[in-house]
């Protein structure tokens, strides 16, 4: 177990010593949570096989699924990667810093185990001053994967990290809530053309500006289509484990969405199930269910996209038996709205029409 520091920061102007007290942990091989402009990441020197092997413990993560590394400078990069083909050095003039990560193949540089085995490693520059501080203070390379329990929603506020990795952290520098609230965009340069792993905070229309070769792998639209009449089997509500609800993802046009949300909600109620709603501003009057949250407006995806992670906690936190999340638009950010959506819902998903 260990003493887990909270220290709250300016999100623009971070206090230096603050940050010191934090680069001195990852110096010495410690684990430290910090904002950036996606979702809060857990740090750990890149670098140190062993604070990287922490990392996956204190969040109970599977070796086999790597950290991203974040860099200060994108002068960093080259003696992280092997090469930096002509199409990154594009994507990281426009895009960095910011919301996309880049795989590569890596250097020798590199510890396996921050690159779980593989021959590639993925790059990010975040936007966020505290994440750039801290990275500059420690003065390596930041592995940082999204910083909560594995399973778990990403957390977009310090409140969020506590929950999740308290006694199991070294510092966590709060920086208030975090502006796009959705990962970063994940793509892989060491193909060709190039591929989108993970929709994130750069919307794939901005991606495909610059390339219009670019193309979505397709687990990142992947969906399984379920009947009511089977997703009504008992069975299914125990498939993930307590207490985290069983999610049911409702896509199609809205007024179609709203009836079938209601009819799903009912069901459940009948039977004695606590039921959570995730609506939105257009929708949320019509529901009954025992907890309803709004997303906002569906023409505000940003904004829909900022709320989702936290939403998706707080509805959890009030121990209902089933959520069910209305389905938005794939335009922009609703691409990685939509991704976590089919995600969270284990593909559990109803077309409404
Ligand atoms: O916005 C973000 O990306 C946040 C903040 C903290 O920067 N980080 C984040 O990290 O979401 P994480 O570890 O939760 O997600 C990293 C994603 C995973 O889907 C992982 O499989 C993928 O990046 N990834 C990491 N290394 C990779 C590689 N070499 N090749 C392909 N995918 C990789
Ligand atoms: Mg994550």
Request: charged share 25%; proline share 7%.
């Amino acid at each position: 177990m260990r003493k887990t520091l909270m220290l709250k920061v300016d999100s623009e102007k971070p206090d230096a010593s603050k940050i010191e007290v934090a680069a001195e942990s990852i110096r010495k091989g410690g684990l430290v949570a910090f904002p950036t402009e996606t979702v809060y990441g857990l740090g750990a020197n890149a670098l140190n096989a062993d604070a990287v092997l922490a990392l996956f413990e204190a969040k109970k993560r599977p070796l086999d699924n790597p950290p991203i590394v974040h860099i200060a400078d994108p002068n960093e990069i080259y003696r992280l990667v092997e090469e930096v083909p002509k199409r990154a050095e594009l994507l990281m003039k426009r895009f960095w810093p910011g919301p996309l990560t880049l795989v590569f193949r890596h250097s020798s540089l590199v510890p396996a185990v921050t690159v779980a085995g593989l021959d590639t490693v993925a790059v990010r520059m975040p936007k966020h001053q505290v994440a750039l501080a801290l990275i500059r203070q420690s003065g390596c390379p930041i592995a940082a994967p999204s910083a909560n329990l594995a399973g778990k929603p990403s957390p977009t506020t310090a409140q969020h990290v506590y929950e999740d990795l308290d006694g199991r952290i070294d510092v966590i520098l709060d920086g208030g809530s975090t502006d796009i609230g959705v990962e970063s965009t994940v793509v892989d340069l060491s193909v060709d053309p190039p591929i989108v792993l993970r929709p994130g905070g750069t919307p794939f229309e901005a991606l495909k500006q610059v390339f219009d070769d670019i193309t979505l792998h397709p687990f990142v639209l992947a969906e399984a289509e379920l009947p009511l009449e089977k997703m009504r089997s008992p069975g299914m509500r125990h498939k993930h484990y307590a207490p985290k609800a069983e999610v049911i993802l409702v896509q199609g046009e809205i007024s179609a969405v709203a009836a079938k949300v209601k009819e799903i909600a009912e069901f459940y109620r009948q039977k004695g199930v606590k039921v959570g709603v995730l609506a939105t501003d257009e929708t949320q009057g019509s529901y009954t269910a025992d907890v309803v949250k709004s997303l906002g407006s569906r023409s505000n995806l940003a904004l829909v996209a900022q709320r989702l992670f936290r939403l998706l906690r707080e509805i959890d936190a009030q121990s209902v038996g089933i959520i069910i999340a209305e389905g938005v638009s794939s335009d922009g950010l609703g691409l990685a709205v939509m991704n976590r959506l089919r995600k969270a819902s284990g593909y559990h998903i109803v077309k409404a029409s």
